[in-house]
């Protein structure tokens, strides 16, 4: 049996714009039981609504800040932001992880956000399957 991202990301995903502060996105972690939201910039223009994804901002970064008042763009990581199809396979998804040492990766289909996967989701995924 082939296992597909779709299968087991976490959707909908919960994202967040450059110009809130900290404290908004600790909070917003809190109240959802989340660990990463993707951040985004959105261009309107009159077919559709675009998300470009500008970074990810995870739990980790967010310990790792002072002020409540700093902006998710100072503490977001932006350089590099991993990505994965929604059709491809949990085995190729968590070698992609493994390689760049990332918890996690954004899951994406035709240009727009359509989940997330996390090293916990590949936990809850193997929980769900017979080891023996």
Known sequence: ?????????????????LDE?????RTLMKEKGIHAIPIVSCTNDTLKVEETI???????DICEVV??????EDVMTSSI???VH???SAKSAAKTMLNKNVHHMVAMDDGEI??????????????????E
């Open 114 to 131: 359509k989940g997330i996967i996390s090293s916990l989701d590949f936990v809850k995924l193997v929980a769900e399957y017979s080891l």
């Open 1 to 17: 049996m082939r296992i597909r991202v779709k299968d087991f990301m976490s959707a909908p995903v919960t994202v967040a714009m």
């Open 81 to 83: 932001v991993h990505v």
């Open 67 to 72: 002020s409540d008042d700093a902006l998710i």
């Open 21 to 25: 502060n900290i404290l908004e996105i």
């Open 54 to 60: 500008k970074g990810i901002i995870t739990s980790t």
């Open 86 to 88: 929604v059709d491809s």
